[in-house]
């Protein structure tokens, strides 16, 4: 069973972004040597570069894990993360997957190997047959996966509620 992917056009679009991020760093540099450099503002020179080496570090990670392209054959996943690195799994050694609403609203199922490292984060606005492929994977529901933002507001929850008793 094939995983299908419901919207080319978002998947080249976050593709084309995170390359295009690539060059950030360089024309900043380019566009700021006379304003920033010159005038000794080494300070925000780092600071933004920081920021767009972030910024990349965040598009490279996030669309590793969800632009995925993935099979099952042979009782086996057969997957490519950024649809380029094909890596091979035994659905046996899937331990399970964490459903998980990301901060747009959309729902995600993220799968999990018996190391419980991710393997991938499947969104469902990308992917046309999401449930159908998770039951193809014979795999359980092993909880519930929060985004960053989310994991931010329950710690911040906890700190408020255990300074009122």
């Avoid at 080319?8 to 450099?37: A, D, H, K, Q, W």
């Avoid at 609403?101 to 999401?130: G, M, R, V």
Wanted: aromatic residues 16%.
């Amino acid at each position: 069973m094939n995983l299908k992917i419901k919207n080319y056009g978002l998947v080249i679009f976050r593709i084309v972004l995170m390359l295009v991020s690539f060059s950030l760093p360089f024309i900043f540099t380019e566009g700021t040597y006379e304003n920033m450099i010159s005038k000794g503002h080494y300070v925000w020179y780092t600071y933004f570069i920081l920021l767009f080496l972030c910024t990349i570090y965040i598009l490279v990670k996030t669309n590793y894990f969800e632009l995925v392209n993935a099979k099952i054959q042979n009782e086996k996943l057969i997957y490519r993360n950024l649809l380029i690195f094909t890596k091979e799994i035994k659905t046996k050694e899937i331990i399970g997957f964490k459903n998980g609403i990301d901060d747009s609203s959309h729902e995600f199922i993220s799968l999990y190997n018996s190391k419980n490292k991710k393997i991938a984060t499947l969104k469902t606005n990308i992917y046309s047959n999401l449930p159908q492929f998770i039951n193809a994977l014979n795999c359980e529901n092993i909880g519930f996966e929060f985004t960053v933002f989310q994991k931010a507001i329950q710690k911040l929850k906890s700190v408020i509620t255990n300074k009122k008793e």
